[in-house]
């Protein structure tokens, strides 16, 4: 089945805790993103990656760190999580973006509590 | 990036059509508009996406005005399970960067 893995789906930690989300997907899509989304504040862009090994800040990276070593991995780094990074988090892949037909698929999300 | 402005909310009743509107004036010349659907604590999902005129597909149609400054999603006969956010959005394909906005929070009443 195609999709978008992440893990874990929930998560609590303390501020300063390192901590990573997984995401994977079984696409071959070049494309990868992470978004947060908050209330009233709708999805924002955290980091997107166009490639292996290209990867590049989006609306919101304060904080995240991010890499690309594998085409169908893209885990969220949070070095020292704090509490305003308490949030929804999801993972979303795509095809080539040059491509003719362009839809983003997202993974079931990543419910972060940081303490 | 063009800005996107949708209704914050719509009601509307079973079995209605809705149209939901999107303005982006400051749309550019290789711009696409894509609608996404999203249920609570889930990702959201993509409904359609276009660029100039109409598109229809088995969910949705997508009308853009030849200025195409605007947008309209439009449900056919809507029901409960479509109460959701649907969030506009405005940019290449290459979806280098990507802005959601806060979305149309669309409630379907019996």
């Known amino acids: 089945e195609a999709q978008v893995t992440q893990n874990p789906r929930y998560l609590i930690t303390v501020t300063g805790k390192k901590l990573t989300v997984t995401c994977s997907q079984n696409?071959?899509?070049?494309?990868m993103s992470w978004y947060r989304q908050d209330p009233g504040l709708g999805l924002r862009q955290i980091y997107y990656?166009?490639?292996?090994?290209?990867?590049d800040k989006g609306d919101v990276p304060e904080g995240y760190k991010v890499s690309r070593k594998e085409k169908r991995n893209f885990p969220l780094i949070l070095e020292s999580p704090s509490p305003n990074q308490t949030s929804l988090y999801f993972c979303?892949?795509?095809?080539?973006?040059?491509?003719?037909?362009?839809?983003?698929?997202f993974g079931p999300g990543t419910r972060l509590t940081v303490l | 990036l063009a800005k996107t402005t949708q209704p914050i909310s719509m009601d509307s009743y079973e079995g209605q059509e809705v149209n939901i509107t999107c303005s982006h004036n400051?749309?550019?010349?290789?711009?696409?508009i894509t609608w996404y659907q999203q249920f609570p604590s889930q990702g959201p999902r993509f409904i359609i996406q276009?660029?100039?005129t109409k598109v229809t597909n088995e969910v949705a149609s997508l009308f853009i005005p030849a200025d195409r400054k605007s947008s309209t999603l439009s449900l056919p006969r809507v029901s409960l399970s479509d109460t959701a956010v649907y969030y506009c959005?405005?940019?290449?394909?290459?979806?280098?960067?990507?802005?959601f906005g806060t979305g149309t929070k669309l409630q379907v009443i019996p």
């Open positions: 400051n749309i550019a010349t290789n711009d696409y």
């Open positions: 979303a892949s795509s095809v080539k973006p040059t491509s003719s037909y362009n839809e983003q698929f």
């Open positions: 276009g660029y100039k």
């Open positions: 990656s166009m490639n292996v090994e290209v990867t």
């Open positions: 696409m071959n899509h070049e494309y």
């Open positions: 959005l405005v940019g290449d394909r290459g979806y280098q960067k990507v802005t």
